[in-house]
């Protein structure tokens, strides 16, 4: 996004093509944040229109206190699937790392789809063996794709704290997928 800021002063002020603007930049992100842990791809959908409906509501409460606006969206996105993690408690789920892939690009080459949606199913089971915080940390830097900063300011952790929990995130799942393949 050109000028973050602006977008947001014209959303605060109620202009409805600035808070389209930041629905379609943080629409997909917010999405993958939420996918990883909803029970399926409709509560995702719903929960992120949650998200999205909450921002609209809220965004003249927003103010730039060295605080960026994705780490004040993305803290709204964390208590909406906290709030729906609560609701669905006592219900059994089904985790996002046990649903079918569905390639974004996909193509016509069923050999392909199956070798992706195997490698994807690997990288699931082996994200669900890490830590809590370790999967928070995967889940907003590389689905979220939000910077180590923002994750620090998410988390309430030091940008120090991120890189190591990221670090450590990243040499269990190594661990994990090359002990899988031996």
């Given at each position: 996004?050109q000028?973050?800021q602006?977008?947001?002063?014209?959303?605060?002020?109620?202009?409805?093509?600035?808070?389209?603007e930041?629905?379609?930049?943080?629409?997909?992100?917010?999405?993958?944040?939420?996918?990883?842990?909803?029970?399926?791809?409709?509560?995702?959908?719903?929960?992120?229109?949650?998200?999205?409906?909450?921002?609209?509501?809220?965004?003249?409460?927003?103010?730039?206190?060295?605080?960026?606006?994705?780490?004040?969206?993305?803290?709204?996105?964390?208590?909406?699937?906290?709030?729906?993690?609560?609701?669905?408690?006592?219900?059994?789920?089904?985790?996002?790392?046990?649903?079918?892939?569905v390639?974004?690009?996909?193509?016509?080459?069923?050999?392909s789809?199956?070798?992706?949606?195997?490698?994807?199913?690997?990288?699931?089971?082996?994200?669900?063996?890490?830590?809590?915080?370790?999967?928070?940390?995967?889940?907003?830097?590389?689905?979220?794709?939000?910077?180590?900063?923002?994750?620090?300011?998410?988390?309430?952790?030091?940008?120090?704290a991120?890189?190591?929990?990221?670090?450590?995130?990243?040499?269990?799942?190594?661990?994990?997928?090359?002990?899988?393949?031996?």
């Open positions: 996004m000028d973050e602006n977008v947001v002063h014209r959303a605060r002020q109620g202009d409805p093509e600035a808070l389209t930041l629905y379609d930049y943080y629409f997909d992100k917010v999405y993958r944040y939420v996918s990883i842990r909803a029970k399926d791809k409709i509560e995702a959908e719903d929960i992120t229109q949650e998200i999205f409906m909450k921002i609209v509501t809220s965004i003249h409460s927003f103010s730039w206190r060295g605080i960026p606006f994705s780490a004040w969206l993305f803290r709204i996105a964390h208590n909406k699937v906290i709030d729906s993690m609560r609701k669905k408690s006592k219900q059994p789920t089904v985790s996002f790392f046990e649903l079918p892939v390639p974004v690009n996909c193509t016509d080459n069923p050999h789809l199956v070798e992706l949606e195997f490698d994807v199913e690997q990288l699931r089971a082996a994200i669900k063996q890490l830590t809590s915080a370790q999967q928070e940390v995967i889940s907003l830097r590389f689905f979220a794709e939000l910077s180590i900063a923002e994750v620090a300011r998410l988390m309430d952790k030091s940008q120090g991120v890189k190591a929990l990221q670090h450590s995130a990243m040499l269990n799942l190594h661990r994990i997928l090359t002990k899988k393949e031996k």
